[in-house]
């Protein structure tokens, strides 16, 4: 996708780090800004191709967020931008990417490129890419001890392998 076609909804409740992150992306992309869940809500759509979403929001969360808009059918790829630091309980949440604040314009100008490159009819592809992005993000946060003694993180190997498997 080109990127002048893409376009990036914000959703972060800090007004002035939505608008900074508006002020980064806006000479590359369209750009959509949301102050809340619920505004991203509103706003999500078939028009969106990429959401930063905060993870951490009043009255709904990022994930909350993010899964109403996997269960209303958006085909947006999401990428949490937080600060809060992954922890095994990313293997539940849907999310494409996932970011650490403080974050730069780099970072997010990086994430939008990839996530808008990715074509989102392709449902194995992504979902591999998914589990696979979580799977480094636990691998660089956690000591090999606690990756192995996990049984939640043990399990999701198992399907991770099975599914590299099915898509080759």
């Known amino acids: 996708m ?31 800004v949301a ?10 759509g078939d028009s969106i191709d990429v959401m930063l979403l905060d993870r951490r929001m009043p009255k709904l969360s990022g994930n909350q967020v993010s ?3 996997r269960e209303a059918g958006h ?20 999310f494409d990417d996932y970011i650490v604040k403080p ?23 992504n979902t591999l890419y998914e589990l696979s992005r979580k799977k480094a993000l636990l691998e660089d946060q956690k000591s090999s001890h606690e990756l192995q003694t996990h049984e939640t993180y ?11 498997g099915w898509i080759r």
């Not at 002020?23 to 959509?32: A, F, G, K, P, R």
Request: glycine share 2%.
């Open 2 to 32: 080109n990127k002048q076609n893409t376009t990036v909804l914000i959703v972060e409740d800090e007004p002035n780090l939505a608008d900074l992150y508006a002020t980064w992306l806006t000479t590359e992309y369209t750009i959509e």
């Open 35 to 44: 102050y809340g869940a619920e505004e991203a809500l509103e706003k999500a």
């Open 67 to 69: 899964e109403r808009v």
């Open 75 to 94: 085909q947006i790829r999401v990428a949490m931008v937080t600060a809060v630091e992954p922890d095994f309980d990313i293997l539940e949440l849907s």
């Open 103 to 125: 974050v730069s314009r780099e970072d997010l100008l990086d994430t939008v490129s990839e996530l808008s490159a990715r074509d989102p009819r392709d449902e194995e592809g």
């Open 154 to 164: 043990q399990k999701f190997l198992k399907d991770l392998e099975s599914l590299q």
